[in-house]
């Protein structure tokens, strides 16, 4: 009988709860995720080897035409056999260690298993198991260890015959929310919410056999987004060639373990830091281009900035904020025929002056910019200020009716309540897209007035926005963005009202203590 989604769903939980007497929630990707990538290797290679057998007259093969067979025909990577001695065929998989659970070391068994694996399929799983840290009895002891792999053994065998990837990727995710929900900011730097990954996705549009890069891709959702969004649409989702840069080799091995999980395996995903080492590159040294770029990276992050760097279109952002960089990496990185970006990011993106608005106007000026869609606040687990999506076309690209502008949409009312966050509901995501691609008349109001769905919408001439100073913030074109804006301003008032008072406060209060003689108040 075919195993279902919650089935496996709380099995695999109530494997991740038994390490609630070792660690954080936060923690527990760093184990879970390893040791289910492994069962689910070690049951797919047993299924396939049960198959070989019964399909092949051992008696007439010798060792080697057996071994050639097998892995020509069934098999599409290798459990290698390590530890003599040992039950089970004495290979790196799951049923060989999980036999000798109650025996001391454990941990060490483990690793081995995982070290192995990935030295034998260095083509498919170098580096995939991180770390592996957590296989120390320092920091997980062999019993609780034990305890989660014993846990684990009871879901279903987790292989093609007995569930489809469909299932096993949907349970992927659902831990991947899981422990984003229930550990917030740490969790939250590599879980993109799902429904802010769909709009992005449907904004671009991938098509068959295009590549689609994510240069902070975390747990690489937005790239599985990409493939399950075309299969939606009819297409073949296996066909995308996916590429994932991510700078903590853990999070990459969890992105890596996810696309497998998804079966996609036209899939490559480096370690590194995207501004200072990215990976993917031409023969010349430049950066790579593809159809399509998206990324949700770390906000306002501090960072050394480029000397000498051909990605700083319009000049270097300042050290304390690497958003503007990661855009001109992603710009930079735009197939120069097709290629088109989106990337979420804070509202300041659109409005810091500096050397950030150097290089706003110098994007604007050669017409890269193509829509600013302002989001809800506290959509995400890591912050709960209000982000905007930027979605950028390689130059000369754009359609007839989005030359010489840019498109802007209010969506900040659009949101459903959830425990932890806001969220966006199917229904949102669909009335964005609309507004997205709708048309826009003389004045850059829609052309159907129905299309926006609540939304407020408007195509925006650069010359206007030359005119503010290259000032992207909404509130400048859109009159509900615009009354929101007012309502800051008054808080604003208020405030430096308040703080004028309170300094005169003090400075009476100084001069009191001044007059009775006593000093050091004065800073």
């Known amino acids: 009988?075919?195993?279902?989604?919650?089935?496996?769903?709380?099995?695999?939980?109530?494997?991740?709860?038994?390490?609630?007497?070792?660690?954080?929630?936060?923690?527990?990707?760093?184990?879970?995720?390893?040791?289910?990538?492994?069962?689910?290797?070690?049951?797919?290679?047993?299924?396939?080897?049960?198959?070989?057998?019964?399909?092949?007259?051992?008696?007439?093969?010798?060792?080697?035409?057996?071994?050639?067979?097998?892995?020509?025909?069934?098999?599409?990577?290798?459990?290698?056999?390590?530890?003599?001695?040992?039950?089970?065929?004495?290979?790196?998989?799951?049923?060989?260690?999980?036999?000798?659970?109650?025996?001391?070391?454990?941990?060490?068994?483990?690793?081995?298993?995982?070290?192995?694996?990935?030295?034998?399929?260095?083509?498919?799983?170098?580096?995939?198991?991180g770390s592996m840290t957590w296989t120390s009895e320092e920091v997980l002891s062999g019993e609780v260890l034990a305890a989660v792999m014993q846990a684990m053994d009871r879901t279903p065998k987790m292989h093609e015959g007995n569930m489809s990837h469909d299932v096993l990727g949907g349970a992927y995710e659902y831990l991947l929310k899981r422990f984003s929900d229930g550990s917030?900011?740490?969790?939250?730097?590599?879980?993109?919410?799902?429904?802010?990954?769909?709009?992005?996705?449907?904004?671009?549009?991938?098509?068959?056999?295009?590549?689609?890069?994510?240069?902070?891709?975390?747990?690489?959702?937005?790239?599985?987004?990409?493939?399950?969004?075309?299969?939606?649409?009819?297409?073949?989702?296996?066909?995308?060639?996916?590429?994932?840069?991510?700078?903590?080799?853990?999070?990459?091995?969890?992105?890596?373990?996810?696309?497998?999980?998804?079966?996609?395996?036209r899939f490559q995903v480096e370690v590194g830091d995207t501004l200072k080492d990215p990976r993917f590159k031409k023969p010349d040294g430049s950066v790579a281009t593809f159809d399509v770029i998206l990324a949700n990276p770390p906000y306002s992050l501090k960072w050394k900035p480029w000397t000498n760097d051909p990605r700083a279109l319009g000049g270097v952002a300042p050290q304390s904020s690497a958003d503007w960089a990661f855009v001109q990496h992603m710009i930079a990185s735009m197939d120069p025929k097709k290629g088109r970006a989106g990337v979420v990011l804070p509202h300041g993106v659109l409005f810091r002056g500096g050397q950030e608005a150097a290089i706003r106007r110098r994007v604007l000026d050669d017409n890269l910019l193509e829509a600013v869609i302002g989001l809800p606040a506290n959509l995400f687990y890591s912050t709960s200020i209000p982000t905007a999506i930027l979605v950028f076309r390689a130059p000369g690209t754009k359609t007839s009716e989005r030359q010489e502008g840019v498109l802007f949409i209010d969506a900040s009312k659009r949101f459903a309540?959830?425990?932890?966050?806001?969220?966006?509901?199917?229904?949102?995501?669909?009335?964005?897209?609309?507004?997205?691609?709708?048309?826009?008349?003389?004045d850059g109001n829609p052309v159907d007035p129905d299309v926006e769905g609540g939304l407020t919408a408007r195509f925006v001439p650069t010359t206007e926005i030359a005119a503010n100073g290259y000032d992207l913030n909404l509130g400048r074109y859109i009159k509900q963005a615009a009354a929101e804006a007012e309502d800051l301003g008054t808080l604003i008032e208020a405030y430096n009202l308040a703080r004028a008072e309170r300094q005169k406060t003090e400075q009476r209060m100084l001069a009191v203590l001044t007059a009775a003689g006593i000093e050091g108040f004065d800073e």
């Open 417 to 442: 309540k959830a425990k932890n966050r806001n969220i966006l509901t199917d229904a949102d995501i669909a009335d964005i897209v609309t507004a997205y691609h709708s048309k826009f008349d003389a």
């Open 184 to 265: 917030g900011t740490r969790a939250g730097q590599f879980f993109t919410p799902r429904e802010v990954v769909e709009l992005l996705v449907e904004l671009l549009d991938p098509k068959g056999h295009e590549s689609v890069y994510d240069p902070t891709c975390g747990s690489g959702g937005m790239l599985i987004a990409s493939a399950n969004l075309l299969k939606a649409h009819g297409g073949r989702g296996y066909t995308l060639k996916l590429y994932g840069q991510e700078a903590v080799p853990d999070t990459a091995g969890v992105a890596r373990m996810n696309l497998f999980m998804h079966n996609l395996t």
């Open 1 to 129: 009988m075919a195993v279902t989604q919650q089935e496996i769903e709380n099995r695999l939980w109530d494997a991740a709860d038994e390490l609630r007497v070792a660690m954080p929630e936060a923690q527990y990707s760093s184990v879970v995720f390893p040791l289910m990538f492994w069962k689910y290797l070690s049951d797919t290679w047993e299924h396939h080897h049960q198959e070989f057998l019964e399909e092949n007259d051992l008696g007439s093969l010798s060792a080697e035409e057996a071994r050639e067979i097998e892995y020509r025909d069934y098999q599409s990577f290798e459990i290698p056999c390590i530890y003599p001695g040992l039950v089970a065929e004495r290979r790196a998989s799951w049923s060989s260690i999980l036999a000798t659970i109650t025996q001391p070391g454990l941990g060490q068994r483990v690793r081995a298993s995982l070290q192995a694996i990935e030295t034998a399929n260095p083509d498919k799983f170098s580096r995939l198991f």
